[in-house]
């Protein structure tokens, strides 16, 4: 028995000698020294040894007992310790490296267009006004002089919500909402920067919802000479001292006479390219003279008071400073297109 326990205690001790990591040591732990364990397989043999016997066995049983204790913790201590460095060593920090850099957000493109028109305009005296994107048939059509059925309702398609609720198509019913605010009392001078809707096909130049800058000018003595005078004025503020504006006749079923107005071409400066189609100016922006109806069904006297009033749409305003070819650029959320527009 006595050769059995020294071979018991030399087979453990190579074992632990051999362990790599602290669960093996504690399997070898749990398979010599556990209740199950041939140590204590063999210690049940003790009553069958003569009593000279015994108590030699059983000094020797707790010597090995003793020993692979002593072997086992030392084990334990020395892997613990190790993985411990191991631990520190990785998650070491180099206090000395340089910070990593948060990425900072800017304004978007578009709100900056935004607020850059509206500073022109609230220099020349004019207040900025809003209203709803969810809007009735009456303001967006009806008040602009567009009664159910008229033809003239083709030209936006509309996002009908009820047969009288809809999404706004233009930021035009503003005008009323904002005339009838005034009490048929003028002067009249606001500009209405707000998102719009219609039912595009998205592509290059179309999106389903996009942005307009309304303006409305109404008081005794209104010409259409002033309209020009604003737009020369905001045209050489907004793109550039050499602009040049014209103003083309055109239609609106809200305006008597209406117009567009085109800027001269920045890249050929008028000589006719691609970008301007060959005629040297480029399209900017519907207006005209408010037509007598829609100024009565904003309470204003048509015989007391004229005015003009104009609509723009934003992203064409951006896209022609900035040389944006895809209006839906603005609308992806590309930071890579977003962030070269964090400081205009
Ligand atoms: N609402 C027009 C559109 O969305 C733009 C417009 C044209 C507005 C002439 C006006 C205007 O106020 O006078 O196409």
């Given at each position: 028995?006595?050769?059995?326990?020294?071979?018991?205690?030399?087979?453990?001790?190579?074992?632990?000698?051999?362990?790599?990591?602290?669960?093996?040591?504690r399997d070898?732990?749990?398979?010599?020294?556990?209740?199950?364990?041939?140590m204590?397989?063999?210690?049940?043999?003790?009553?069958?040894?003569?009593?000279?016997e015994r108590?030699?066995?059983?000094?020797k049983?707790?010597?090995?007992?003793?020993?692979?204790?002593g072997?086992?913790?030392?084990k334990?201590?020395?892997?613990?310790?190790?993985?411990?460095?191991?631990?520190?060593q990785?998650e070491k920090?180099?206090?000395t490296?340089?910070?990593?850099?948060?990425?900072?957000?800017?304004?978007h493109?578009?709100?900056?267009?935004v607020?850059?028109?509206?500073?022109?305009?609230?220099?020349m005296g004019?207040?900025?006004?809003?209203?709803?994107?969810?809007?009735?048939?009456?303001?967006?059509?009806?008040s602009?002089?567009?009664?159910?059925?008229?033809?003239?309702?083709?030209?936006q398609?509309?996002?009908?919500?009820?047969s009288?609720?809809?999404?706004?198509t233009?930021?035009s019913?503003v005008?009323?909402?904002?005339m009838?605010?005034?009490q048929?009392?003028g002067?009249?001078?606001?500009i209405?920067?707000g998102?719009?809707?219609?039912?595009?096909e998205?592509?290059?130049?179309?999106s389903?919802?996009f942005?307009?800058?309304?303006g409305?000018?109404?008081?005794?003595g209104?010409?259409?000479?002033?309209?020009?005078?604003?737009?020369?004025t905001?045209?050489?503020?907004?793109?550039?001292?050499?602009?040049?504006i014209?103003?083309?006749?055109?239609?609106?079923?809200?305006?008597?006479?209406?117009?567009e107005?085109d800027?001269?071409?920045?890249?050929?400066?008028?000589?006719?390219?691609?970008?301007?189609k060959?005629t040297g100016?480029?399209?900017?922006?519907g207006?005209?003279?408010?037509?007598?109806n829609?100024?009565r069904m904003g309470?204003?006297?048509?015989?007391?008071?004229?005015?003009?009033?104009?609509?723009?749409?934003v992203?064409?305003?951006?896209?022609l400073?900035?040389?944006?070819?895809?209006?839906?650029h603005?609308?992806?959320?590309?930071t890579?297109?977003?962030s070269?527009f964090?400081?205009?």
């Amino acid at each position: 028995m006595l050769d059995r326990l020294q071979e018991l205690h030399d087979e453990a001790a190579a074992q632990i000698e051999s362990a790599v990591t602290l669960s093996d040591l504690r399997d070898v732990r749990v398979k010599y020294l556990g209740k199950k364990g041939p140590m204590t397989e063999l210690m049940k043999g003790m009553g069958k040894l003569s009593s000279e016997e015994r108590p030699k066995v059983g000094q020797k049983a707790n010597e090995v007992r003793e020993s692979l204790t002593g072997k086992l913790d030392a084990k334990e201590a020395k892997l613990e310790s190790e993985a411990l460095e191991a631990k520190l060593q990785e998650e070491k920090v180099d206090v000395t490296l340089p910070g990593r850099p948060v990425p900072k957000g800017g304004r978007h493109p578009l709100t900056s267009v935004v607020e850059t028109i509206e500073d022109v305009f609230i220099g020349m005296g004019f207040t900025i006004a809003e209203g709803p994107e969810v809007e009735t048939d009456y303001y967006n059509f009806e008040s602009l002089n567009l009664p159910k059925h008229h033809p003239a309702r083709d030209m936006q398609d509309t996002f009908f919500i009820s047969s009288d609720l809809l999404l706004r198509t233009q930021t035009s019913p503003v005008q009323t909402r904002t005339m009838e605010k005034h009490q048929g009392v003028g002067p009249v001078k606001i500009i209405c920067p707000g998102k719009v809707y219609r039912r595009d096909e998205d592509d290059a130049t179309h999106s389903h919802q996009f942005m307009q800058i309304e303006g409305l000018v109404v008081d005794r003595g209104i010409r259409m000479s002033d309209l020009k005078g604003i737009f020369a004025t905001f045209v050489k503020e907004y793109f550039g001292e050499d602009r040049e504006i014209r103003l083309r006749p055109s239609f609106f079923p809200f305006t008597e006479p209406s117009a567009e107005l085109d800027i001269s071409c920045a890249l050929c400066g008028g000589k006719g390219c691609r970008t301007c189609k060959g005629t040297g100016w480029i399209e900017v922006l519907g207006a005209g003279m408010v037509h007598p109806n829609v100024l009565r069904m904003g309470g204003f006297d048509p015989d007391v008071y004229s005015g003009f009033a104009f609509g723009m749409g934003v992203e064409r305003f951006a896209m022609l400073k900035y040389g944006i070819d895809d209006i839906r650029h603005f609308y992806t959320n590309d930071t890579r297109f977003l962030s070269q527009f964090k400081h205009v």
